[in-house]
Nanobody, 123 residues
């Protein structure tokens, strides 16, 4: 069974940090890329970050580059998103996803999705 389970939900003040984790089944973790997306109320889901299967390549949305860091632990089948210098506009539900495609920016290319975890940044 393919599973992606996010954790790390929380409320933090602006400027603070939060770390999200995604536990993946073996099948999902074998995908070309693991990614994080987010969806704020009333907005479309958007790309946040992605990491290649071997962890050598990482990609970020302009809005989070320099503040967020994606990483993976291949021994534990987990993908992490370290979020620093958080802003109120980072408030959203964050989703972990897996794709076998190399087009990491297109939502429809991601085959597996987690249920999401809420991140709230207060001003």
């Amino acid at each position: 069974q393919v599973q992606l389970v996010e954790s790390g939900e929380g409320v933090v003040q602006a400027g603070g940090s939060l770390r999200l984790s995604c536990a993946a089944s073996v099948r999902a973790f074998s995908a070309n890329f693991m990614g994080w997306f987010r969806q704020a109320p009333g907005k479309e889901r958007e790309f946040v970050a992605a990491v290649s299967r071997n962890g050598a390549y990482t990609f970020y949305a302009d809005s989070v580059r320099g503040r967020f860091a994606i990483s993976r632990d291949n021994a534990k089948n987990t993908v992490n998103l370290q979020m620093n210098s958080l802003k109120p506009e980072d408030t959203a539900i964050y989703y972990c996803a897996a794709t076998y495609d190399n087009d990491i920016l297109t939502i429809e290319k991601y085959r597996y999705w987690g249920q999401g975890t809420q991140v709230t940044v207060s001003s």
